[in-house]
């Protein structure tokens, strides 16, 4: 049985340590997650939408220095997730524009789910692509989970994840 970790922006956020959207005691509660998820060969997932919000997020550091050892650390994890050797990190397209199949048609699919289904709830389009990606991945011998500090997002994912950290303390 395989695991699978469609990995949110807040995530990343945190464990990158962008100024302004991490909190120490989270980034380290990732980072553990991360450590055991790898030791474990769970599979991550990097949906490209968000990889563009983490790199929006990134570009708007003030500090040049540290903006740059951010896009590198950015930069590390894309090329890994692109790396046919590298099984653990994959960048996927979202679901709903693969490369083989009708963009139009697929787009217009994601588009009503987002109008009908996803912005009724409070789920951005960023949002919307993970959804669709852990429902992609999904199947009857795999578990997949979404890692995100954002609880609507996290009530979607298709398996509880027994152990979730969603940033909440207790």
Not at 37 to 54: C, D, G, M
Not at 98 to 124: I, T, W
Not at 125 to 144: C, H, M, R, Y
Request: hydrophobic residues 40%.
């Amino acid at each position: 049985m395989l695991t699978y970790i469609v990995v949110d922006t807040s995530y990343w956020l945190e464990l990158f340590k962008v100024p302004r959207h991490y909190k120490n005691e989270h980034h380290q509660k990732i980072k553990q997650h991360f450590d055991v998820a790898t030791k474990n060969t769970f599979r991550f997932y990097l949906p490209i939408p968000v990889l563009f919000e983490l790199a929006n997020h990134i570009a708007h550091v003030d500090n040049g220095f540290e903006r740059q050892g951010l896009a590198q650390k950015f930069s590390s994890i894309v090329s890994k997730g692109i790396d046919i050797n590298e099984p653990l990190f994959n960048v996927i397209p979202c679901m709903a524009f693969p490369v083989a199949m009708d963009l139009k048609e697929n787009l217009n699919f994601f588009v009503d789910r987002f109008e009908m289904e996803f912005s009724p709830q409070g789920l951005g389009f960023t949002d919307s692509s993970i959804i669709l990606e852990a429902e992609s991945l999904k199947e009857e011998t795999n578990i997949v989970h979404i890692w995100t500090l954002d609880q609507a997002l996290k009530a979607r994912e298709p398996d509880t994840e027994s152990n979730a950290f969603i940033g909440v303390h207790k």
